[in-house]
């Protein structure tokens, strides 16, 4: 089953460029969920949520459409002291969702800095372990990781790993598919070299993909689909609207190639 959507949906920019402006803003995720079957919550990156939040969520979108949820930066990213309680209190925040049968998986997006190390492995294991039962995606940011033996690393802990498209810069990761669990992913973050590091997070995903530059990715996402038994497809490059316009252009090319 292939899953495609954009990385958030709440964004002012995309009123007028992908909501109608009669449309009210608390009505956005209902007008998304007929279009697209699944999202991809960032804003969990930047704070914690209350459980309630994810239950309204659900409440707004029809039987069969999935939340993936990036986890918390404490987790990913600063990893302090008080780390054991912020990995509760994110795995409590999702269980309206798991509940409702709406949840999807947990996208754990790290750093540049986090390398290849055996320290970073284990913590790798403690952090799918502290997530119990919840299905876990790995994004890396360091081109280290992209190797045979991570991807085993990965199968045998059971953890999922993030496919990316975005600028092939030396340290960034390359456009490799491959399915490390029951869930193959794939993130869209755009190709602006120009902006990649002198941008902010806005201007940075600025990109719209052509055609024939989606049309690269079809037997990618083909061969994830025949790996795993769910496959994820998110836009990321949701300057201006941009993502869902790339997104509805992949479901349309999937459903042509592979009779999705």
């Not at 009210?24 to 699944?38: G, I, M, S, T």
């Not at 795993?228 to 790339?246: D, Q």
């Amino acid at each position: 089953m292939i899953h495609i959507g954009t990385s958030g949906f709440k964004f002012d920019d995309w009123k007028g460029a992908f909501y109608p402006p009669e449309v009210p803003q608390q009505r956005w995720l209902e007008y998304y969920a007929k279009r697209f079957n699944c999202v991809e919550v960032n804003s969990t990156y930047y704070r914690l949520v209350h459980p309630r939040t994810f239950f309204y969520m659900a409440e707004k979108v029809p039987a069969g459409f999935e939340f993936t949820v990036k986890a918390y930066g404490g987790l990913t990213h600063e990893r302090g002291e008080e780390s054991g309680a912020d990995f509760q209190a994110f795995v409590d925040s999702l269980q309206p969702l798991v509940e409702a049968h709406k949840f999807g998986c947990v996208l754990a997006q790290f750093p540049n800095r986090f390398h290849n190390t055996e320290e970073n492995r284990r913590y790798l294991v403690e952090f799918k372990e502290r997530l119990g039962a919840l299905p876990t995606v790995i994004e890396f940011r360091s081109r280290e990781w992209a190797q045979e033996s991570v991807f085993d690393f990965l199968r045998a802990q059971g953890i999922g790993y993030c496919a990316v498209d975005e600028p092939q810069f030396r340290s960034l990761v390359p456009p490799i598919a491959v399915a490390t669990s029951a869930i193959g992913y794939v993130r869209f973050h755009g190709r602006n070299y120009e902006k990649w590091w002198k941008g902010d997070n806005k201007t940075r995903y600025d990109y719209l993909y052509s055609e024939d530059e989606l049309r690269e990715w079809v037997p990618k996402v083909e061969q994830l689909n025949d790996q795993a038994e769910r496959v994820y497809v998110f836009f990321n490059n949701c300057y201006a609207g941009k993502a869902a316009t790339n997104a509805a252009q992949m479901k349309e090319l999937l459903q042509k190639e592979l009779g999705m």
